[in-house]
């Protein structure tokens, strides 16, 4: 069983950063691709990016070239460093790990950005 816990939500004001981490328990982590969703209010869960276990990313065209996400296997945590911030991309950020039918969710972590 995997557990995961995201941190470094907050709020900040448009152009700002933030770093947001998941911390995965369990044994298998480097084996899990790992990717970061978010959901703003009335709307659907979406994509932010996604990287491999071998450590590839992908990111959405929204976020791409502001959005950096990366791994480290050695503390079990993944993080997603968020540049020049919109108020767009306010909502509330979740890591999920698969590994082929398996799939975990964290509990989740609000981004607001104000304008």
């Known amino acids: 069983q995997v557990q995961l816990v995201e941190s470094g939500g907050g709020l900040v004001q448009a152009g700002g950063s933030l770093r947001l981490s998941c911390a995965a328990s369990?044994?298998?982590?480097?084996?899990?691709?790992m990717g970061w969703y978010r959901q703003a209010p009335g709307k659907q869960r979406e994509l932010v990016a996604a990287i491999t276990s071998a450590g590839t990313t992908s990111y959405a065209d929204s976020v791409k070239g502001r959005f950096t996400f990366s791994r480290d296997n050695g503390k079990n945590t993944v993080y997603l460093q968020m540049n020049s911030l919109k108020p767009e991309d306010t909502a509330v950020y979740y890591c999920?790990?698969?590994?082929?039918?398996?799939?975990?969710w964290g509990q989740g972590t609000q981004v607001t950005v104000s304008s």
């Open positions: 369990g044994s298998i982590f480097s084996m899990l691709r």
């Open positions: 999920r790990g698969t590994r082929g039918q398996v799939e975990y």
